[in-house]
């Protein structure tokens, strides 16, 4: 029986991967920092006839991840699948974004993904696991984009882990996949912070963003999908929705063109055009 690690799984993108490797049999392994959502994840699963079971983690902090990895790995054994899916969006431009922000995006979104895979790579190898490594990244990993710099900073940063991660194991029978999704409708930017703000403005940007996010963004259970496709095929990197098939190959083929788009979009253009947005859709959320 095969045993499926997701972080995040409390919500959106990681919570619909764990009901869809529930779905094909695998025992998930759902991990978050929030306890609640996670043992929601947990009775979901259990309602589609799954197995599922509920485990803290704050992927921040390198000791958790420690007394995690030994724990899974002592009363499941070695995963087959890790999914480093746990993130945050922090918003507001580059010197909006305090150090603070900074040291907080690295930590989440870069650094756990790759400390996550150091330690269950370890464990892999060490019992002849021919597992799998997922991290999700996202196409911001390709977008130099003035709205949000340390998110898309961390980003090319797991994203170019992941790829040293597969030229150097990918021979060992480990798969290593990054999954770079564009849009998608989760609570990611509602429960997201404006970098820089005071708490009520931070939070006002985030209900709006969010509400304008749910609109717009498609289904997790397409990025659940990808990545699915990414373990059985062992995919390198899989965008996930048109834009994101279009910033891999348009970084690909003009960085520069690239970075001159995304200038484009400053911080008050980027809040004019939610605010608009949030107003034509009648105020949702
Ligand atoms: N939603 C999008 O449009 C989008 C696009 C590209 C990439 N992504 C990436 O997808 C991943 C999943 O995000 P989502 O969109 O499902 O958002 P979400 O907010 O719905 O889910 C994120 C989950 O991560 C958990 N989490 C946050 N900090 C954590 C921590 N320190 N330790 C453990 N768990 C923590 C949250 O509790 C939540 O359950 C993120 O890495 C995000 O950057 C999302």
Known sequence: MSVTVVTGAGSGIGRATALRFARRGSTVIVADIDERTGKETVELVAGACGRAVFRRLDVADVADWENFTDWVCAEYGVPDVLVNNAGILIGGGFLEQTTADWRRMIAINMMSPLIGSRLFVQRMTEAAVAGHIVNVCSVG???????????????????????????????????????????????????????????????DWAAKLGGVHQYLGRSPDRVAAAIERAVRWNLSTVPVGLEAWLGWYAYRLSPSLVRGVTGLLTMSLADTLTDRAHKLLGGVR
């Open 141 to 203: 990993a390709f977008l130099p984009t003035p709205v949000g710099p340390s998110y898309v900073t961390a980003k090319a940063g797991a994203w170019f882990g992941t790829q040293a991660l597969r030229a150097e194991f990918g021979k060992q029978g480990i798969g290593v996949s990054a999954i770079c999704p564009g849009l998608i409708r989760t609570n990611l930017a509602a429960n997201g912070s404006r970098g820089g703000g005071d708490e009520k403005g931070s939070a």
